[in-house]
């Protein structure tokens, strides 16, 4: 391995107050944001959010309207891209294709004037696990191969930061899979910052230290993939990064460390340590999966103190791993629950009459 790294100081990387415009239009709006060294990062967003601008920017590919860029406390803004500590690996891999595997993983040390290149090049192959396909050319490999080339040449000039532009939006849903454990084994062994752009939510949570969710040019939510899952602070993050039912409500009291909320005719509690919202109207939420379905007669099995809704079930959707419900709530609303499948055959049916029900400290609270 002492042949993929070296002992050089890999430092953070940090945009402070990044703006970008095009004409009228506010691509990225006022971004600081630092992405810890040697860490995942999963900058994650809809189409047409900025992720994608704000990586580019990264990469000295567009110049900032305004904001700096650092690497640690040097100021790489202005750089051109090849000055820059950072390579970046897109979706289209633009490989080579006339260079075989070995030699499309070398051309940067070559490049570099590089004499003895192969002991770098053979352990770079071997980190990607592609030692044994080094004279094939691009178009003998599978998706997933070609990916980890790509991977693998950016990787081997040792760049303190490696940018991904959707990289695994080309492969089917499997080997996508298997390359996020793939590039989140990889990432490990070398200690690179990795940037990873994405709109797939289950991509991010799967491979990132660390998830910021972007909308509109701005950074909504970062931290923790479970911990913005589990906590979302906007009903917009709380339904990009999953499902989220929510129900509009306003606090009526307290029970000990509870809220009280009373929502379209019933009451909810909330732990107070779980709201978000600054005022006593507010978005009360709870993810599909953290939800349990009874029949309606079963009323009695419901521990005390948990969340209860009834309602009328309106569709169901097996899907192997859980079953998920629609149901119908008496003010019209329409709830997503998932139930795990450990139960062969003892599901609910569209048109019966149920209650569902969780526990409070599933419950978050957001500003309405």
Known sequence: MSTITNA?????????????????????????????????????????????????????LEDPTSGTIKVGNADITRLRAFQ?????????????????????VAFG?????????????????????????????????????????????????????LLL????????????????????RIQTEVGTTFVHVTHDQEEAMTMADTVAVMNAGRIEQMGHPADVYELPKT?????????????GGSISGRDGE?????????????????????????????????????????????????????GTVTDVSYTGVSTQYLVEAPWGQVLNVFEQNVIVGDRSEVGDPVVVHWAPEHTFGLGS
């Open 258 to 310: 509870d809220l009280v909320v009373a929502t379209h005719g019933i009451s909810m509690r909330l732990p107070s340590s779980r709201n978000s919202a600054s005022e006593s109207e507010l978005l009360v939420g709870v993810r599909p999966e953290k939800i349990t379905i009874l029949d309606a007669i079963d009323v009695g099995k419901i521990p005390t103190g948990n969340n209860v809704v009834t």
């Open 165 to 184: 532009d959707e990289p695994l939006g080309a492969l089917d849903l499997k080997l996508r899979r298997q390359m996020q454990i793939e590039l989140k």
């Open 8 to 60: 050089r100081n890999i430092e953070d990387l940090r945009l402070e107050n990044l703006v970008k415009t095009f004409g009228d239009f506010v691509a990225v709006d006022d971004v600081t944001l630092t992405i810890p060294a040697g860490s995942f990062f999963a900058l994650l967003g809809a189409s047409g959010c900025g992720k994608t601008t704000t990586l580019r920017m990264i990469a000295g």
């Open 109 to 161: 040390l070559r490049r570099r004037g590089i004499k003895d290149v192969t002991p770098a090049v053979e352990a770079m192959l071997e980190l990607v696990e592609l030692a044994p396909m080094a004279r094939r050319k691009p178009a003998q490999l599978s998706g997933g191969q070609q990916q980890r080339v790509a991977v693998a040449r950016a990787l081997i000039n040792q760049p303190d930061v």
């Open 84 to 104: 820059r500590p950072v390579n970046t690996v897109f979706q289209s891999y633009a490989l080579f294709p006339h260079l075989d595997i070995f030699e499309n």
């Open 235 to 247: 009903a917009f993050v709380a339904n990009f990064l999953g499902q989220a039912n929510l129900f």
